[in-house]
């Protein structure tokens, strides 16, 4: 094997980044020289990943003490070693999903990409091809991730098994970082982490609003943490409890099939065990997936009546505009405004985030599409494509 092109390929790059003046780039330079180095870290961590299998066959790893292959890449590469092991993971996969091997040696990958494709086509390999179209589409890693857990979930063979392991696996830590700052993670069934998020959510937004209306400017997680501390301390200030999604029919099968909804929405998919169980106390919610289907409401006026708010919530998760996984503090938006006559009906309505909700009401941006698979786009059409 001969390195001399990958050598000089290399030093290319190395003298190309040392005399980089990035402050002589237009807006469209600045963004084509990221999508470039983009590539070339996707290429780099394709090449590791699929090298440092050897590095394991051969032991070459065991000459510098190092305890295993992962061991010996996160000193090598100046990783933590939780991200060695997961390269690790995606290299061993990379050989049984071919589509997942090419998209990821061709640079349209990240490490993160690949092994989180690698995860679930495992769990489902006729899902492979699609998967890697979906990230090579540009989508969020987050967007990825929400796919990715309902081929998972659409893969599981045994219900009951599935939600036992969720139980087997719940666990809380603790500990304090260097900084002395307390610090925790936990990981707990669906049912029980629904309830906590939607206190968690609750509490927040009372904190965040109070904060903002007194000119307080700290993120969200600022007061997310406030709000873990008192709900443990002083109790909810307000009733909530967690929301369960589940298609008629999918209760007594006691499994979802495939388009199938029996999910948490925040969370994904769930098993229809823990569904059944939940079926007691959550708020179950059984609108019509079709618009088409809900009562013929339009009025002029800002009145939501409560079904069209749980619709909009059912059916915009998350920002509505392509590509945006925003998934708090939605807004509803009148395609057509109000103010050009745009009514208060279904039909013209979307839930979008706040930042996406400005660029439309300030910025003259475009609602594009259909009804309800719109999109947002800058006006005239935005800057000209690379
Ligand atoms: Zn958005």
């Known amino acids: 094997m001969d390195f001399r092109e990958l050598d000089s390929a290399i030093d290319a790059i190395e003298v190309f980044v040392r005399d980089f003046e990035p402050g002589l780039l237009d807006a469209r330079g600045a963004v084509r020289a990221v999508e470039r180095f983009a590539k070339v870290t996707h290429l780099g961590q394709a090449g590791t990943a699929l090298a440092v299998q050897q590095v394991d066959r051969t032991h070459a790893y065991r000459e510098s003490g190092a305890r295993c292959a992962a061991d010996w890449l996160a000193r090598k590469t100046g990783v933590a070693s939780a991200s060695a092991f997961r390269a690790m993971e995606t290299?061993?996969?990379?050989?049984?999903?071919?589509?997942?091997?090419?998209?990821?040696?061709?640079?349209?990958?990240s490490e993160a990409q690949a092994h989180e494709i690698a995860g679930a086509a495992r769990k489902d390999p006729t899902a492979e091809a699609e998967l890697v179209a979906v990230a090579a589409r540009g989508t969020t890693m987050k967007g990825l991730k929400d796919r990715c857990r309902q081929v998972r979930a659409s893969a599981e063979v045994d219900d009951a098994a599935w939600a036992q392991r969720l139980r087997d696996n719940r666990s809380l830590r603790t500990w304090v970082d260097p900084d002395t700052a307390p610090c925790g993670m936990w990981r707990t069934t669906p049912d029980k982490g629904a309830e906590i998020n939607a206190a968690l959510d609750a509490e927040t937004d009372l904190l965040f609003r109070a904060a903002r209306a007194a000119g307080g400017r700290e993120a969200r997680e600022a007061y997310a943490a406030d709000a873990l501390h008192a709900l443990i301390t002083r109790g909810p200030r307000k009733a909530t409890g967690a929301t369960l999604v589940m298609d008629a029919g999918v209760a007594d099968a006691g499994f979802a099939s495939r388009g199938q909804r029996c999910e948490i929405p925040g969370i994904g998919p769930i098993p229809v065990t823990i569904a059944k169980q939940m079926l007691a106390t959550a708020k179950i919610r059984e609108l019509p997936a079709d618009p088409a289907l809900l009562p013929d409401y339009a009025t002029d006026r800002r009145y939501y009546p409560p079904w069209m708010l749980a619709w909009l919530d059912q059916h915009y998760p998350v920002c509505g505009v392509e590509g945006c996984d925003a998934d708090f503090h939605l807004e509803i938006d009148h395609v057509v405004p109000k103010s050009e006559g745009g009514l208060t009906a279904i039909p013209n309505l979307w839930l979008i985030c706040w930042y996406h909700h400005r660029l439309k009401t300030n910025e003259d941006w475009l609602v594009t599409g259909t009804t309800h698979n719109w999109d947002l786009v800058p006006p005239n059409g935005g800057p000209d494509p690379p």
């Open 91 to 109: 290299a061993d996969a990379l050989s049984e999903l071919p589509a997942t091997n090419a998209a990821f040696r061709a640079g349209k990958l």
